[in-house]
């Protein structure tokens, strides 16, 4: 109590000296911005309470300042958490602190330290005008003094080209290092290279962000033509080469570079060989002026020893059972929440419950399409990246994802490795495992909104029904099932049966 009666006495005594104008000096307010008036601070009425003064006091002397990591070259910021900057602070402390901050959140972002981050790969950070390179020389002002200056946000750098590194286009893309280095060394020798895989894996977006890289390393200034794009499900293969045979014309001419594209990135390629073959043979002259050239395909390429793509092109085969794809959409929303800057739903645990959920739903249905389908109609995680981070977004967003997106794909899937491999196994409905293990609280009055994928079959009249069902015996439903394709009247009845059992379940 004496203590008490001492702070409040002497936070009188430092007010009275405020109104006089002279400002005591144990009270410092060094972030807060330079008054321009000569009279007493608006935050200081005459009538304030001794314990306000102490909470305001406080708060003037320490700014919650936060910290993104900026990608230059594509002017997006990504949040990664915040500072605590106060009057007493210093570069050194500084340096420690956002270390601290970008080490949490790669922990956070890559939980199995796939991707190769760390605090090294921090290259320098920047308040306002002011900035700070890791291991050199401090600005004058201090990080309080660089905060009024502008707007209370710490920009950091990653090391990059500049650095002979990759970092910062690692964390961009959440590709593993070792993988992002791989395809840059592969691109800078062969300058040819095709990105294989399947739908949904990310192959379009890391193609161009290499592209940029390219043209970042080469010094030439960003302008249209330098990276040229032909989607070869909207153009032709004619298109092309006649594009291809005025380029080869231009470089035996010895045109300038600048009417020359560094990058020509073919989209979509659905014969890869063809292509390949087609490219080799437009641009056999002087190789080293060539442009790169890399393409993308879902199809799977198989190489030979005579084939032009093993002879100039070099491959990447993307799966989603390795890395970049398997880790991939776990990074992504882990990110996505973080971004979101709600401390509510960041540490929630039912809300990490139902994002790690989420790749583990995804690779079920690889699974299931694995067995009952063909490699044209395996999903991607690019599938779910739509995700929402909050538990109340995410029951509708995903009840409507699965009736509406999901179910349809696995339809036309399973009727896919039918056609082409017959039954390659026994039939297993993905919405059972769904329904056991949905995440979020109170999942199991929303089991029987999830749609049913029964078994395809050949006849022209086998379109599955999308009805949902509280029947989980599976020998009633084998047993419907043959039913429907063998009694005609018996299968209206079971449906009018089905949309009753509908009816009470959306009652419920």
Not at 55 to 67: G, H, P
Not at 118 to 137: F, K, P
Not at 141 to 158: E, F, M, N, Q, Y
Not at 268 to 292: E, F, G, M, Q, R
Request: aromatic share 8%; charged share 20%.
């Amino acid at each position: 109590m004496n203590n008490m009666q001492s702070m409040v006495e002497s936070l009188k005594a430092e007010n009275d000296q405020l109104k006089t104008g002279s400002a005591p000096s144990s009270l410092v307010l060094p972030c807060s911005p330079p008054s321009t008036s000569t009279s007493q601070p608006s935050g200081l009425a005459t009538d304030i309470a001794p314990m306000e003064l102490l909470s305001l006091s406080s708060q003037r002397n320490e700014v919650f300042t936060r910290v993104v990591v900026r990608i230059a070259d594509q002017q997006q910021d990504f949040y990664i958490g915040s500072v605590r900057i106060h009057g007493k602070t210093e570069w050194s402390m500084l340096d420690t602190d956002i270390s601290t901050a970008f080490r949490d959140y790669i922990s956070q972002v890559d939980p199995s330290a796939s991707m190769g981050l760390s605090v090294d790969s921090i290259h320098s950070y920047s308040i306002n005008q002011s900035r700070r390179v890791l291991g050199d020389e401090a600005p004058e002002s201090s990080p309080c003094d660089c905060l009024k200056k502008g707007p209370g946000l710490v920009t950091v750098a990653l090391k990059g080209f500049k650095e002979k590194c990759v970092d910062s286009l690692v964390f961009e893309t959440l590709v593993p290092k070792p993988m992002m280095q791989h395809y840059i060394s592969l691109l800078l020798k062969h300058r040819r290279l095709v990105l294989s895989g399947p739908s949904g894996t990310g192959k379009t977006y890391l193609t161009t962000r290499l592209a940029e890289y390219l043209l970042e390393r080469s010094g030439r200034e960003p302008g249209p033509g330098l990276i040229t794009t032909f989607n070869m499900h909207q153009q032709t293969c004619k298109d092309l080469q006649l594009y291809l045979s005025n380029l080869a014309n231009q470089i035996d001419r010895d045109c300038g570079t600048e009417d020359i594209p560094l990058v020509i990135i073919l989209d979509d390629i659905s014969d890869a060989s063809s292509i390949t073959d087609l490219v080799n043979s437009a641009l056999t002259c002087k190789y080293h002026k060539c442009p790169y050239v890399i393409g993308t395909t879902n199809q799977c390429v198989k190489m030979s020893s005579n084939h032009g793509l093993h002879l100039s092109f070099r491959m990447v085969t993307f799966s989603n059972n390795v890395e970049p794809a398997n880790g991939f959409l776990v990074r992504y929303l882990h990110r996505k929440l973080i971004e979101a800057e709600d401390e509510s739903t960041v540490h929630s645990t039912e809300v990490l419950r139902v994002l790690d959920w989420v790749p583990k739903l995804w690779y079920h249905l690889h699974t299931f399409l694995e067995k009952h389908s063909t490699s044209d109609f395996l999903i991607g995680p690019c599938f779910f990246l739509s995700c929402p981070v909050s538990l109340a977004e995410f029951r509708s967003w995903f009840i409507d994802l699965w009736n509406q997106s999901i179910i349809p794909y696995l339809q036309e899937g399973a009727k896919d490795g039918v056609k082409v491999h017959g039954q390659k196994s026994a039939w297993e409905d993905p919405v059972e495992w769904v329904r056991d293990t949905l995440p979020w609280p109170s999942a199991q009055q929303d089991q029987a909104k999830l749609f049913h994928l029964p078994p395809p079959t050949t006849g022209p009249n086998s379109a599955p029904t999308q009805q949902p069902s509280d029947d989980r015996d599976t020998s009633n439903k084998d047993t419907s099932l043959s039913t429907m394709e063998s009694d005609p009247l018996m299968a209206m009845l079971l449906k009018l049966q089905e949309s009753a059992e509908l009816k009470d379940s959306r009652a419920y």
